[in-house]
């Protein structure tokens, strides 16, 4: 019997993988811009601070109409300043601070379509929302203190990149796209730069009662793209196993 439950299972992914005609995948690649910004200490909840230049590129592997794979590189600016207004550390230095750095940004991403889209067979599905999620690394000059020495090392980051985006089919062998994604990043130095830095690596001001969501830096990214078709093959569906 578990055996028979077995087959059945096998026997409907399989029709419901051939329910199509034919199969398709495509190896699609393009170009990024837009702006990107930083919420941390020194930004706890405004979207669209103190926006930079961000600019970077997309490989997407198509695997149907629903699903796609993609790896992304993004080269974002951020920034910020203390004192502003609504925003206050009892032990800060009445001196400004301000800071502004570069992030390398490398992502995997997994991206799920609302609706059909290109769809080898649905001239109509030209048009989807979708929703994207994965992990990547963050690559910026982390800000150290060793024996009284101050440095800043290039330095690796996990970071937990999600987002949502619309697209559209625009040629044969042509995508449009604009999205809105943030990285939840596993470092708390974002907005430590050099020696601008009066105390240490971890707390310019010496605060300690930070909100446990912006322990972690984030920051966002929102950017238009443009996709070309490099590979594209169709299979027709295989009867059997």
Same mark, same amino acid.
């Given at each position: ?83 502003? @207004? ?7 230095? @009445?001196?400004?601070? %301000?800071?502004? %750095? ?50 800043? #090392? ?12 619309? #697209? ?15 990285? #939840? ?50 299979? #027709? ?5």
């Amino acid at each position: 019997m578990p055996h028979l439950k077995l087959l059945l299972l096998a026997f409907a992914a399989t029709v419901f993988s051939c329910s199509n005609i034919s199969a398709q995948w495509k190896l699609e690649v393009g170009p990024l811009v837009g702006i990107s910004w930083y919420n941390g200490d020194f930004n706890p909840s405004k979207q669209f601070y103190n926006v930079q230049p961000a600019v970077g590129g997309i490989i997407r592997y198509v695997v149907n109409d629903r699903v796609a794979f993609r790896g992304g590189l993004t080269l974002a600016g951020i920034s910020g300043s203390y004192p502003q @207004p609504d925003l206050y550390f009892p032990e800060s230095s @009445p001196n400004r601070y %301000r800071f502004n %750095r570069e992030l390398l940004d490398i992502t995997t991403m997994l991206e799920i379509n609302f609706f059909s889209f290109d769809h080898p067979n649905i001239k109509e599905s030209l048009f989807t929302p979708y929703l994207t999620l994965g992990v990547g690394s963050v690559f910026y000059k982390r800000y150290t203190e060793d024996n009284g020495n101050h440095d800043e #090392k290039p330095t690796f980051v996990l970071s937990l990149p999600f987002g949502a985006g619309v #697209k559209w089919k625009a040629t044969e062998w042509m995508n449009l796209g604009a999205e809105w994604t943030l990285r #939840k990043v596993f470092a708390d130095d974002l907005d430590l730069v050099g020696h601008q830095t009066p105390v240490d690596g971890s707390n310019p001001f010496g605060f300690s009662d930070t909100a446990f969501t912006h322990n972690n830096d984030w920051y966002s990214v929102v950017g238009v793209y443009a996709t070309f078709t490099l590979f594209s093959r169709r299979d #027709k569906c295989r009867d059997g196993f």
